[in-house]
Each structure stands twice: as C-alpha cells, then as structure tokens.
C-alpha cells in the first residue's frame, strides 16, 4: 500500500470526508464493468477513496461483464480513464492499486460465469484478505437486476445469515420503468435479498450540498420556525441542463424520458429534503421514514387531470451559447416521430399540515440555456406594506435559494432601505459560497454513497416503499401520456426555458418560473 496519510494531507478533497471509519475487508464486484458509469464515475470513486485513505487494504475490485477482456486489459482500459498527467504521483499510485483489480467474462444469464465468480472471490479472500464480505455493484442495464440476484443467489454468493460476513447489492437506476415493473422488480430481489443488502442509488442524495438542505433546516433555529405553509408561498426546484443526447445516450433516454429520468428520483428526492419533518436522529431508519412520509403525501391525479398539473416539452434546434445543436428528434438513438418529453415542469401540492396549499414547482430540461439545480423557497410577503416597494413581482417578500450546483452554495433575498429621505426598499442578499466558506470542495457523490453502502449505512439510498410511493404519483402522468389519443409534446427552441405552456401553471400565482 502506498503512503495513505500523506497522500489524504496533500489532497484537501479527501480531507473532506470523514476520516473516522474504514469498512471492513471486502470485494467489490462491478456488474457492467465495462461501461460508462464503471469508466467515469465507479472506478475514479473507489480510486480517490483508497488514495484518501477511505477503503481497508485488504479491499478488491472485480469487473464483470461480457467482453472477453483479461484482467490486464481490464486495468488498461481503467489506467485510461483515470490518468492525470497534472498528477505527478499517479503511476505510483496506480501501481499499488492496480494489482487488486481483476476480471471475470461472462454473460449475466450463465451460471457458470457466477461459478467462476465465486471461486475468483475465494481466491481473493486468501490473496487480499477480503474476508468473504462483498459488495455487488449492478451498473447495467434495468432489465438484468433481477436476473443477476437471482444468480447471485443460486451460485450461494449471497449470504441469507446476518451474523458472519456480509453481502450487499447497488442497483442503479432506474428502478422500475412504472409502479407495476417496480413492484415486480421489488418482489423478485427481495426473494433474495433483505431489505438491509439492498441498496437503490440515487446520486442526488449522494451530493454535498443536497445533504446540506437538511443541515441547514435542523442544525440552525431561525428557518424552520418559518418553514411552512404560514410562511412560505411557494417552492421552485429547478434541474436544467445544457447537455442533450451526448455519449451516444439517445437509445437508453427516448425510452425513459425526463420525468422517469429525473423527476420520479432525483427531483422527488430534493422534494422530500425540502418538505419533510425533523427527524428523530440522523439513523438511516429515522431519515428514510421522514422522506417516505413526503412521497406518501403526493397527490395520486386521475390521467384526466394530470393536463391542470403538468407540462412536458420536446427540444427543437436552437443554438446554446452561441452554437447551433440539433432537435431531439434528429439525435442518434431517438426513433422517428418520438414523443418522449425533454421537458417536465409540475405543480403540486402536498397533503399535510406543514404544507397544504403551497405549490412546489417542479422543472427540469435537456438544452435549456444552462446547467443550473437549485431549490428557491419564496417566502410571504409582510402582511402590510409601510414602505415604497419598487415594484418587481415578489418585492417585499423574501427568497432563499439552495444551490445544488454550479456555484455550490446559499443566498438569502431580503429588503433594505435605500440611502436617503425616501423610504423606498431595494433587494439585496447574503451569500454562501462553498467555494469561499470551505477550503476542500465537495467530494464526488459517488464517493460518499459508496463508502456509506461499504459501511452498511443506508441513510443516503432509497427504501422499497419510497421507490412504490414515487412510482404511484408518477404512473397516472406515464399514464395520461401514453394514451393513444394523447397530443405530442409541445416543442421548445434549444436553448430557451422550455415551452411557453409551463407558464400556465403558475396561474393564480404571483409567482413566475426562475430565469437562472
Ligand atoms: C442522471 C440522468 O441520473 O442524472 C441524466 O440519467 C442526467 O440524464 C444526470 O444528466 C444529472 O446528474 P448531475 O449530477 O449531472 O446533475
């Protein structure tokens, strides 16, 4: 092993994870070990832990996949994607963990690929130390989870004892394509698995700044007091992207769409961090029952009605940042005539006391002028006006905005009077940046969630019944859309905010959408 101390003191990025705990000896196995999440996120993740000294030595890593690859040319392809020629310590360090990376080809249907599994991870145990403890990664496509379990099962890789070593299981997203596949996937897994060795990524939980939504809201007094329907008019959660069909994803996203793609778990997950109650402590039973209860409370809309609550949209050419990009229905992958939505912006409110009435709304979007997720509370305005408003539409009133992302942070719109005779106002703002108020930036999401599922703490993952109470608000949508008569996706010139339709929601507001 190299020198892990002084590499952590040198990298102030890892410093930025708690040094306290190490897992325990184990195996690694990444389903899907040679495509693109395993490339940019997985093998980097796992890197940076052991580098920051986060991961045990006796830990290994184990490709699976179908390409007939050795092990060598396993780590050739990973040297790849990880190679830093800004990093002068990095052959080093790549020649410690290198050798603990290996390869095993197969097809996920074929039980003797799960044979050659098992006698590989022995192997590792007498070689690595791992100690029979593995972590089976399932960064492939939805339709194999099941069927990969269940040969994890057969081939006895699975341990049904909690007492001795463990087993634990990541699948990816998507969880399901609808409530029914969800159902069912849910069923078939937990044939095998216990709800304790099932671990359901959602990498938004994973980021720094959306853990911090609920530091901000329970580790300080002065918002919570305000945060609810009394005090709050509105909540905007916002998820746009530049980005459209890149690396070749048109395939995969013309099936899944923007509202399975991002809303039913990423923006539903920021939902729940904005809406839910206290917690009784931070335990992952306590948190993942409070985000429960928020899905729990979503209205289930009859397809007929989803037109009043939700607009969806499809990119057209346009130009972003000054270059041209063509419309969703010329990117590679989609089929002629698509009508998957790139575009979804609801409005919804939620059935309990804390916050009946109140509209969240809910927006996200390929091509759309910028990369920006934030999460703006509006809060009311005073109850009487005594002083000269300039007028913009929610002067007088205060706004906090969470930054997700880019320029990681918080700011806090509030009124000041302007210098002078007059007692006219104007808006100004405190403002917390990650980047000033922190010396180490953020660790990547898929650092934290894996360290977490290798210590057993499932706090930042999904539960079975959050997973069925997202699918049972989103499916009358999937529902009302999918129907035969149902009219196409209005469209939006790339590089605009989305269709001119969203703005029907707003009605009877004084809100508008956000122009980030
Ligand atoms: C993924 C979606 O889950 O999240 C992508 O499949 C999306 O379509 C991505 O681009 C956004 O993640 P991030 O971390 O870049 O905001």
């Not at 940042?321 to 939620?350: F, H, I, M, W």
């Not at 918080?410 to 403002?431: C, H, N, T, W, Y």
Request: glycine share 8%; charged share 25%; with cysteine.
């Amino acid at each position: 092993m190299s020198d892990l101390g002084t590499i952590a003191e040198a990298n102030p990025l890892r410093q930025a994870l708690p040094r306290a705990k190490v897992p325990e000896p184990c195996a690694i196995v990444l389903f899907g070990a040679t495509g693109d999440l395993t490339h940019r996120k997985l093998v980097p993740a796992l890197y940076h832990l052991d580098q920051g000294g986060h991961l045990p030595g006796e830990c290994a890593v184990v490709g699976f996949a179908r390409r007939d690859w050795s092990d060598q040319q396993f780590r050739d392809e990973l040297k790849k994607s990880l190679a830093n020629p800004k990093d002068p310590g990095f052959e080093d360090s790549w020649a410690d963990f290198s050798p603990r990376i290996s390869y095993n080809a197969s097809n996920f249907d074929e039980p003797a690929g799960y044979e050659k599994l098992k006698q590989k991870l022995e192997e590792i145990d007498a070689a690595h130390g791992t100690r029979g403890n593995r972590l089976f990664y399932l960064a492939v496509s939805p339709e194999y989870f099941s069927v990969i379990v269940e040969h994890l099962g057969k081939a006895g890789l699975i341990y049904e004892d909690d007492s001795g070593p463990w087993s634990r299981v990541i699948l990816e997203k998507p969880f399901g394509h609808d409530l029914a596949s969800a159902r069912e996937l849910n069923r078939d897994i937990s044939r095998i698995l216990r709800e304790d060795q099932i671990y359901r990524i959602d990498h938004y939980l994973g980021k720094e700044t959306v853990q911090n939504i609920l530091a901000l809201r329970f580790g300080n007094s002065m918002f919570e007091p305000l945060w609810d329907r009394r005090y709050v008019e509105s909540v905007q959660i916002t998820a746009a992207e530049e980005l459209g069909m890149a690396g070749g994803r048109g395939g995969y996203y013309d099936k899944s769409g923007a509202l399975r793609d991002m809303v039913q778990n990423h923006l539903l997950q920021l939902l729940c961090l904005v809406a839910m109650e206290p917690p009784v402590d931070l335990g992952a039973d306590a948190v993942r029952n409070e985000r429960a209860k928020v899905l729990q409370s979503l209205p289930i809309w009859k397809p007929e009605e989803v037109g009043q609550h939700v607009v969806r949209g499809q990119y057209a050419g346009g130009s972003i940042q000054g270059n041209d990009v063509p419309g969703y229905l010329e990117e590679k992958g989609v089929a002629p005539g698509s009508k998957t939505e790139t575009y979804v912006a609801l409005r919804v409110t939620l059935n309990n006391w804390r916050w009946a009435g109140v509209p969240f709304f809910v927006r996200t979007g390929k091509r759309l002028p910028k990369r920006a997720t934030e999460i703006a509370i509006q809060f009311r305005k005073p109850p009487t006006n005594l002083f000269e408003i300039d007028t913009e539409a929610h002067a007088g009133a205060n706004l906090l905005v969470l930054r997700i992302q880019p320029n990681e942070g918080a700011s806090l719109a509030f009124q000041a009077k302007i210098p002078g005779s007059r007692r006219r106002l104007q808006e100004v703002r405190m403002d917390f940046r990650y980047g000033t108020a922190f010396a180490a930036p953020p660790p990547e999401a898929y650092e934290r969630l894996l360290l977490d599922c290798l210590l057993g703490d499932p706090s930042l993952y999904t539960r079975t019944d959050a997973v069925e109470a997202a699918w049972k608000f989103v499916n009358p949508i999937l529902e009302a859309w999918g129907a035969p008569d149902a009219p196409p996706p209005p469209t939006y010139p790339a590089g605009t905010w989305g269709p001119v339709e969203a703005d029907r929601l707003m009605e009877g507001t004084e809100t508008e959408w956000r122009r980030l």
